[in-house]
C-alpha cells in the first residue's frame, strides 16, 4: 500500500490529517517530542495494517522528508519502535514492521531487569521466582508429560550424567530444567526462564567440591524425572522445591566468625 505524504507543514498538522482529528483539536499545540510523534504515527500504521507486518519500512531518507525531520531525529523514532517492539532491526538491514508479542516484549526488558536487579537481594528475589515456575512447571510436567517429552527430558538427563564434575555440568543443568519448564507449552513463561537462569547460574559462586555438589544436583534431577515418568505429582514438586532451595543455599557464605579474644 503506497502511503501518501503529508504537506510540509509539520508533523503536527500531519497527525491531525491522518488521523481526523477536528479543527479544535487541530489547533491545541502538541507538547510530544518529534521523535515520539513519528514513531506513535507508524506504530498507529502498523497496528491498522497500512504498514504491512514483515514490510520494510521506508527509506531514513523517505521519513526525514514525510515527516520534516533530520536523520538523528528519525533514528531515536524507530529506537523507540524497535523497543517497543513494533520493529525488527539487523545490521545493514531495513527496519521491518512487527507487532510485539509478550515474549518479545520480556526479551526487550531482560537486561534492564538484571542491572537493576543485580545485587545479593535482588538475585535472592530472582532465585525465588525460578523457584515458583519451576516447582509450577514439574506438578504441571507430571500430569501431561508425552512419550516425546519423556523422551527429551530423559536425553537431557543422560547428558547431565556425561558432564559430572566437567565444566559442562551447568550448561547441561540448565538445559534439563529448559526441556522440563518447555513441557508446560507456554512461552511466556519459558521466556521468562530463559532470561534469568543461565545469567544466575553463571553468576554463582564456585563450590569447595565441584564434583561433589554436581553429583547432588544429578541425583536430584534424576529423582524428579523418575516421579514425572510415574506422574507422581506430589513428589515431583516436592523434590523440586527441595533440589533448587538446597542448590541456592549451598552458595551462601558462612557468617564471618567473631575474632576471639585472647586474654592478657
Do not use: W
Request: glycine share 4%; proline share 6%; with cysteine.
Amino acid at each position: 500500500m503506497v502511503i501518501p505524504k503529508p504537506s510540509k507543514e509539520g508533523v503536527t498538522a500531519m497527525l491531525d490529517i491522518d488521523t481526523g482529528n477536528d479543527r479544535e483539536a487541530a489547533e491545541a499545540p502538541d507538547q510530544r517530542r518529534a521523535p515520539d510523534l513519528i514513531a506513535d504515527t507508524l506504530i498507529a500504521e502498523i497496528r491498522s495494517g497500512a504498514i504491512a507486518a514483515d514490510a520494510a519500512l521506508p527509506t531514513e531518507r523517505d521519513l526525514c522528508e514525510r515527516f520534516s525531520a533530520s536523520r538523528p531525529t528519525v533514528r531515536e523514532a524507530l529506537a523507540q519502535m524497535q523497543m517497543r517492539g513494533y520493529v525488527t532491526a539487523g545490521a545493514g538491514k531495513r527496519p521491518r514492521a512487527s507487532r510485539p508479542s509478550i515474549a518479545a516484549v520480556l526479551k526487550g526488558t531482560g537486561d534492564h531487569i538484571r542491572d537493576i536487579l543485580g545485587d545479593a537481594e535482588g538475585g535472592a528475589h530472582l532465585e525465588q521466582m525460578r523457584q515458583f515456575i519451576e516447582t509450577g512447571a514439574a506438578r504441571e510436567a507430571a500430569k501431561r508429560a508425552d512419550n516425546i517429552h519423556l523422551t527429551k527430558l530423559q536425553a537431557a538427563l543422560e547428558r547431565n550424567f556425561e558432564a559430572l564434575g566437567t565444566v559442562d555440568f551447568a550448561p547441561t543443568d540448565i538445559a534439563f530444567h529448559r526441556v522440563l519448564v518447555s513441557i508446560i507449552d507456554n512461552p511466556v513463561i519459558l521466556t521468562l526462564h530463559d532470561m534469568f537462569v543461565s545469567t544466575m547460574i553463571a553468576h554463582r559462586p564456585p563450590t569447595d567440591d565441584n564434583e561433589r555438589y554436581d553429583r547432588i544436583a544429578y541425583d536430584e534431577h534424576r529423582e524428579i524425572y523418575q516421579a514425572i515418568l510415574d506422574s507422581d505429582v506430589v513428589t515431583a514438586t516436592d523434590v523440586m522445591d527441595q533440589h533448587l532451595a538446597r542448590s541456592y543455599r549451598a552458595r551462601l557464605k558462612a557468617p564471618r566468625r567473631a575474632p576471639e579474644i585472647t586474654k592478657p
